[in-house]
């Protein structure tokens, strides 16, 4: 049975930071590209950040680069998305993603930034 799952999400105010993790099982992690997608309510869900099984890394959203990091552990079948400088325009459930042959995803995590 495949799972991933979040943590890491909450309220944090703004200019904070916050770190995801996503820890997946019953896949061959380091096969699989990570990603990183966030969604509001009434708004498609979109692609903040992948890193594919070479490590190299991609940002899906403008606003996020040079703010946020996505990183992956293939010795803890971890992917991480380290945020900085987090405004209420990053308040969103984010979610994490496997993509080879299959795709599996995540139940989302809550990250709400305000005063």
């Known amino acids: 049975q495949v799972q991933l799952v979040e943590s890491g999400g909450g309220l944090v105010q703004p200019g904070g930071s916050l770190t995801l993790s996503c820890v997946a099982s019953g896949i061959n992690f380091r096969a699989y590209t990570m990603k990183w997608f966030r969604q509001t309510p009434g708004k498609e869900r979109e692609l903040v950040a992948a890193i594919d099984n070479f490590f190299s890394t991609s940002y899906g959203i403008d606003s996020v680069k040079g703010r946020f990091t996505i990183s992956r552990d293939n010795g803890k079948d971890t992917v991480y998305l380290q945020m900085n400088s987090l405004g209420p325009e990053d308040t969103a459930v984010y979610y994490c993603?496997?993509?080879?042959?299959?795709?599996?995803w995540g139940q989302g995590t809550q990250v709400t930034v305000s005063s």
């Open positions: 993603a496997a993509f080879a042959r299959y795709e599996y």
